[in-house]
């Protein structure tokens, strides 16, 4: 059996996962032939499930013609072809795309991008970044020092950049005060990023970063009504930029292509990834507001960055025809409604849930906190490890979702993020819940509660 002998380096030292050997739509197939519904797409990736013959032909067809080429030396058809797919009708006045290899690539080149525009506009003192705790922004070691979860944050604590600092979080649920209305909370917010900006010199803030929704950390936190704009008028005051995270919350995942659409306002930056190429290759993408290559092509000529793979060819065309397949199948509609049956599945069968505090999300992205107690709204142990019962439960129970754990402060909290995929059935929607609700239910009396 691999299990035991696995010379792969897996998440968990002590345990190697099960062999998955194929994909049909929402299910994966395990070597043993169990099957598997998809309820995450791993941590929000397979927007189009598993499989997906148009996409497998289309990698094939320019796996056919030409797998790879260097960007120092050619560009390439899907390439372009998909840059003109996600901003040749400039959305937001986001007019460029920067394609690499995945999220935190994604982030790391947004910052670098934001301090050389302002070095190449005569303003180098800006080197500050401010972002929000339990934020997400991905490992490599810029884009974790962007984000703000304790416990990822911890062993590497010496090696993070000082130039990120960190906000409160608009995470209604455990953040507003019970006195505060949803307004006052947003006016609160508002001032404790202003205040930052002043402890550190607004004139030396390159940009806020924050993700639309907050994934993998929190749960799919949306924001409250209000919050993005508010942000975005501090940073147009201050002439610092506002960085997008959008690498789970986006294209599509929340029924529209860009999470920002729901919020009245535009990134300068964006990072984009999971969504965009659904799984089928490694690949995600920076989005830059035109102004800020302008700048840099008038100015130095080059974006002082780059990567081994960038826009490679696969991973492009595997894109390309994902975002078509969205695009020709009408899929946004179709997250939006899913959306409202998960919802609404999910408040008839945890609504008045002992231990599940809060239901959260838009679209095709969410989740529910499991609490010790609703009134207190007090987290269970973290030692019992509730969210890794749940996930195993759940496996059992035939459900992948994506449970985690330090949901309130990167230390204690549990929650589970379901992210079906955007050709979820009807009845798959019915299954995930059955059986997550199943799922939570074992968990929980495996601790006694
Ligand atoms: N940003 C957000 C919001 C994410 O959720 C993630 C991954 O979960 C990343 C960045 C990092 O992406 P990747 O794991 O592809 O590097």
């Given at each position: 059996m691999a299990a035991r002998n696995s010379r792969v380096l897996h998440r968990s030292l002590r345990e190697t996962p099960p062999l998955a050997i194929g994909g049909e739509g929402a299910w994966l197939i395990a070597r043993d032939g169990r099957r598997v519904?998809?309820?995450?797409?791993?941590?929000?990736?397979?927007c189009l499930g598993h499989q997906h013959p148009r996409v497998l032909d289309a990698i094939a067809r320019q796996a056919s013609k030409l797998a790879y080429a260097h960007t120092a030396f050619f560009s390439s058809e899907p390439a372009e072809e998909l840059a003109d797919l996600l901003v040749g009708h400039e959305p937001g006045g986001l007019a460029c795309a920067y394609f690499v290899s995945g999220g935190s690539e994604a982030i790391e080149a947004g910052i670098k991008l934001a301090r050389q525009y302002f070095i190449e506009r005569?303003?180098?003192?800006?080197?500050h970044f401010i972002a929000r705790r339990q934020s997400y922004h991905g490992n490599t070691l810029g884009a974790l020092a962007a984000g703000g979860n304790a416990w990822r944050r911890e062993p590497y604590a010496p090696l993070l950049s000082s130039a990120f600092s960190h906000v409160t979080p608009a995470?209604?649920?455990?953040?507003?005060?019970?006195?505060?209305?949803d307004a006052d909370f947003v006016a609160r917010l508002a001032a404790e990023l202003e205040a930052e900006f002043q402890r550190l010199g607004p004139e030396t803030v390159a940009a806020f970063i924050a993700e639309p929704v907050v994934g993998a950390t929190a749960g799919c936190v949306p924001a409250p009504e209000g919050y993005f704009r508010r942000v975005r008028e501090i940073c147009d005051r201050h002439g610092a930029l506002l960085v997008l995270d959008e690498v789970m919350c986006g294209m599509g995942r929340t029924g529209t292509t860009h999470a920002w659409e729901q919020e009245g306002v535009a990134p300068d930056i964006q990072a984009i990834a999971k969504g965009l190429g659904g799984g089928y290759q490694p690949i995600g993408a920076m989005l830059a507001r035109g102004e800020l290559v302008e700048t840099i092509r008038q100015g130095s000529g080059a974006f002082q960055h780059g990567h081994t793979y960038l826009a490679h060819p696969l991973a492009c065309a595997a894109a390309l025809e994902v975002q078509r397949v969205i695009h020709d199948e009408n899929l946004l509609d179709q997250v939006r409604e899913r959306g409202k049956q998960l919802e609404r599945r999910l408040t008839e069968r945890?609504?008045?849930?002992?231990?599940?505090g809060d239901i959260r999300g838009r679209g095709l992205f969410q989740a529910i906190e499991l609490v010790a107690d609703r009134a207190t709204k007090a987290p269970f142990d973290p030692a019992l490890k509730l969210h890794q019962k749940i996930k195993a439960a759940a496996l059992a129970e035939g459900l992948a979702c994506y449970p985690g754990g330090g949901t309130v402060d990167g230390r204690s909290g549990d929650h589970v993020l379901l992210a079906p995929p955007y050709i979820a059935t009807h009845d798959d929607i019915d299954i995930i819940v059955d059986r997550l609700g199943a799922a939570v239910d074992t968990a929980l009396q495996s601790i006694n509660q």
């Open positions: 519904l998809d309820a995450s797409g791993g941590a929000a990736v397979s005569g303003e180098a003192q800006r080197r995470f209604a649920y455990h953040e507003r005060r019970d006195s505060e209305t945890f609504g008045n849930h002992r231990h599940v």
